[in-house]
C-alpha cells in the first residue's frame, strides 16, 4: 500500500522578493496579499523591509475586533457583516484566528466553514491564522495582516478573535472598534459585572436572539451598563444588540452601530488616542519578539547566563538585563 | 537583511516553515469523517490545516487556497464524480495562477482513473487504506521538493 505519483517531475516554483509584492499588494492582487501574509507570519527577515514599505500606505481602514466565548457564533456573525458591508461598496478584510496545538504546533483553523458564501465574494479577502504560541487571543503577526489588507485598500478589516475566556482582552490595544458577542445562556448578572472582556466592549452583541434565553442575556448587560459603562473619557454609550444569523435580527442595526462608533472616535478625536495605543503595543510586541529571536539565535551565549543563574552567581532578573545591554544598577526589574 | 541575500529563500525554509493544508469536500459528496480524520492527523503532524466544510465548487476551493496561501489542496471523494472534480479544479488552478498549489487526491478512486487525474495536475493519490504516516510524509517530501516561495 503506497501513495501514487504521476511520473512529471515535481512541481516548482520561484522565491520572488517580497519588494517585488508591494506594487501588486497596493494594486489589490489578491495572491500576492496572501504571500505577504505568509511571510509576516513566518517572520522572514527578507519580508522585513517590504512590510516597513507597505506600514506607511496603511492608516486609512477601520479596524473592527469580534471577540466573545468559543461557540458564541463569531464566526457566523462575522459572515453575516461580510456580506451586509460589501452590499454597501465596501472591500471586506478579515483575519481569523484559531488556536495551535501546544503539543504539536498545528492548529484546525475552521472559521471559513461558516463564512464560506461571504467569503467567496470577490469583495472579501478572508484569512485564516494560527496563534502559534501567541496568548492573549491574536497571533503575533495578526496587525501586520491587518496592514497588508489596509494597504490593499480593505475597510472595514474585522479581526475574530480566538474563543476566548475572560481574560484575553488583546484586541483592545489591537483594533479600533470592539464588539464583544455573548451567548445566551451562560451565566447569570453575577458574571456580567466581573472585570475583563465585557469591559472592552464598545457594542455588546448577544447572539442566537431567536433563543429564548437571549432576553435574560441582553437584560444583564443592559443593568451592568446602568452601573457606568463609559470607557474612561469617552463619550460613547455602548449598545446592547440581540442579534440571529437564522433570522436577519438586527444585523443591519450591528453594522451601523460599528459604523457610527467609527464616526464617533473620528469627530470626537477619540481616534488619536486609540491609535497611540494600538502604536504603543505593537512597538512593545514587536520588541518582545526580536528579543525572543535573539534569545534563540544565541543559544551559546545564553548558555552561560543560565549556568551562572543555575550557580546562584547571578539572579535571573540580572542576567536579563545583561541581555538587554542594560548594565547600569537601579533599572527596573 | 543581512541574514539573507535578496532574493534567496530565507532560512526558515520548508524543513523549519509551517506547512499549511486546506482541505476541502468538492462536489455533491455529504461525507466529511475521513477530511476530518484526516485535519486530526495533520494537525497532530504540527501542520495548519484550513478546513473548508461541505459541497464546495472548485472554483471556491481554489479562491480560499490563494487567500490562505496554502501549499498543498487535499481533497477526498467519495461521490464517484472525481475525474471531472478534479479536471475542473485543475482548471481553476491554472486560471487563477495557483498551480504551484500541490493537489492530493484522497477518498475512493480507483485505479484505471489515475491518468486522468495525473492529466488533471493532481500530484499525489492516496489510497484509503493508507496509514497516517503516509499521508503526512507524502505532504512534507513534496513541499520539501518545491521550497519556500
Redesign the interface.
Known sequence: MTVSMPSRPVKRAAYRPSTELVPEILSGNVAAIARMITRAEAGYPEAAPALAEIYRHTGKAHVVGITGVPGAGKSTLVSSLIRAFASEGHKVGVVAVDPSSPFSGGAILGDRVRMSEAASSSQAFVRSMATRGHLGGLARSTLQAVDVLDAAGYSPIIIETVGVGQDEVEVVTAAHSIVVLSAPGLGDDIQAIKAGILEIADIHAVSKSDKPEAAVTVSALRGMMTLGSERAGSKWTPPVLAVSAVSGERLGELKDAISRHWSHLRESGELVERQRGICRTRILGAAKYLFQRKFDERAGEIGEHIQAVVNRDMDPAGAARLLLGWTNEGQAT | ????A?????D?DAAT??I?VLVAKLGLDGHDRGAKVV??I????????????LY?SPD?VV??A????VDVIGVSLLSGSHVPLFRELGRCLRE?????I?VVAGGVIPEQD?AAL?DSG??????Q???AE??VT?IRN?VA?????
Open positions: 537583511m543581512t541574514e539573507q535578496m532574493g534567496d529563500a530565507p526558515r516553515g509551517t499549511r485535519a486530526r495533520l494537525r497532530d503532524a504540527g501542520m495548519e490545516v484550513v478546513y473548508t466544510g464546495k471556491e479562491a480560499a490563494v487567500q490562505e496561501d487563477q495562477k495557483a498551480d504551484h500541490f489515475y495525473w493532481v500530484d499525489a493519490i492516496v489510497p487504506e493508507a496509514r503516509l499521508i507524502t513534496l521538493a518545491r521550497g519556500r516561495i
